[in-house]
């Protein structure tokens, strides 16, 4: 059983950029389809992005498109959100979750929790204004 690890976050002023980085303990990316998630405080958990088990396909939530970028390097076996043009509201944790298939279909299953059973235990990210 893969067990998702995430690191990188931290304290950034807005305007800065960021890396989150997904490890895998005890298992391997390769072939899996890996999700960022976050959850503001006081907010529900929301689907960042998704990018397939290759690497050929990546999905965003539109609220976040064009200052999230999801990326994996199989042969380091990590998977990475980098995020630019931080605003305060962007302050969250933020979760790497996968699963067992490289891919799904229909493409709306990437967007659901439900899809990766497998969660990390967050990284904190806290935005200053």
């Known amino acids: 059983q893969v067990q998702p690890v995430e690191s990188g976050g931290g304290l950034v002023q807005a305007g800065g950029s960021l890396r989150l980085s997904c490890a895998a303990d005890g298992g391997i990316y390769t072939s899996r389809a890996v999700a960022w998630f976050r959850q503001a405080p006081g907010k529900e958990r929301i689907f960042m992005a998704a990018?397939?088990?290759?690497?050929?396909?990546?999905y965003y939530a539109d609220s976040v498109e064009g200052r999230i970028t999801i990326s994996r390097d199989n042969a380091k076996n990590a998977v990475f959100l980098d995020i630019s043009g931080l605003r305060p509201d962007d302050t969250a944790v933020y979760y790497c979750a996968t699963g067992n298939a490289a891919s799904f279909s229909p493409t709306s299953l990437y967007f659901a929790e439900t899809s990766y059973p497998f969660w990390g235990q967050g990284t904190q990210v806290t935005v200053s204004s």
């Open positions: 990018i397939t088990g290759r690497g050929s396909r990546t």
